[in-house]
């Protein structure tokens, strides 16, 4: 071998080390200062998504929860609701039945009222017509009647008298 291929040789393999030596010292410094940087903005970002995924899983948890309650407010609301309706429908119907036990009260207590008010009218009616009628009768008996007459019905009426005492 000649010195040349020799010096040739020695060149190739120096440059062979030296990229060896490049290339460990690049691994070196990749794990010894890079790797951990990237590993570490790797955990970070990885803490970041599992974090995010805890918190959209719980928001979904939280979300089916409202949901059910918005529903179980929905249906505790309707039964409210009719419970409410059942409830006015029976005040109306005994406030109804109430109304309608007065008023029927009213009535009876009016037609007491009107019976004693008929009856007290009718015996007014009846004095104001005896008492007419005896005026009128008066009046005519003082017309027709004479003395002659009048001495005529005080003997009859004597005279019934003694047959009713005498009998």
């Not at 007491?112 to 004095?127: I, K, T």
């Not at 005026?135 to 005279?159: T, W, Y």
């Amino acid at each position: 071998m000649s010195e040349e291929r020799l010096y040739l040789e020695i060149s190739i393999w120096s440059q062979v080390a030296s990229s060896v030596l490049f290339l460990g010292a690049l691994v070196f410094i990749w794990n010894k200062w890079i790797m951990p940087v990237v590993l570490a903005a790797q955990a970070n970002s990885n803490a970041q998504i599992a974090q995010s995924e805890r918190h959209r899983d719980e928001a979904k948890e939280a979300l089916v929860t409202l949901r059910e309650e918005i529903d179980t407010a929905q249906r505790d609301a309707l039964l409210i609701g009719q419970r409410a309706e059942v409830h006015a429908q029976r005040e109306r119907e005994a406030m109804l039945e109430e109304a309608t036990e007065a008023g029927e009260r009213s009535l009876r207590d009016a037609g007491g009222e009107l019976e004693r008010a008929l009856a007290a009218a009718r015996l007014r009616l009846r004095d104001e017509l005896l008492e007419r009628a005896l005026q009128i009768a008066r009046h005519d008996a003082v017309a027709r009647i004479g003395p002659a007459v009048d001495s005529r019905l005080v003997e009859r009426f004597v005279g019934s008298l003694e047959k009713s005492a005498g009998g």
